[in-house]
């Protein structure tokens, strides 16, 4: 059963940081972009920011200079480290695996870790 357990979420004071990990288990094919995204109520869901393999980022505009994704490949997890927090960024966020797996592309969900900014 293919897993992507994430942790790190939680209650923190504008301006605070937070770091979230993933780490995926049992994905079918090689993960080449593994990202996180995340959902406000009422709206929909965005990307925050997502790696390659190769070591490639891209980050939304409204978090960029305050967040960073990072990759583990051999242990096939990803971190975001956040700083600056502002209320706006409180959401659900949930990790994204993308994988290859037959010449078919695949892509797996967390269930979501609720990061709140608030003082």
């Known amino acids: 059963q293919v897993q992507l357990v994430e942790s790190g979420g939680g209650l923190v004071q504008p301006g605070g940081s937070l770091r979230l990990s993933c780490a995926a288990a049992?994905?079918?094919?090689?993960?080449?972009?593994m990202g996180w995204y995340r959902q406000a109520p009422g709206k929909q869901r965005e990307l925050v920011a997502g790696?390659?393999?190769?070591?490639?980022?891209n980050y939304a505009d409204s978090v960029k200079g305050r967040f960073t994704i990072s990759r583990d490949v051999a242990k096939n997890t990803v971190y975001l480290q956040m700083n600056g927090l502002k209320p706006e960024d409180t959401a659900l966020y949930y990790c994204?695996?993308?994988?290859?797996?037959?010449?078919?592309?695949?892509?797996?969900w967390g269930q979501g870790t609720q990061v709140t900014v608030s003082s």
């Open positions: 994204n695996a993308e994988s290859t797996w037959l010449g078919v592309k695949l892509s797996y």
């Open positions: 049992k994905i079918s094919g090689n993960i080449y972009r």
């Open positions: 790696i390659t393999s190769g070591g490639t980022a």
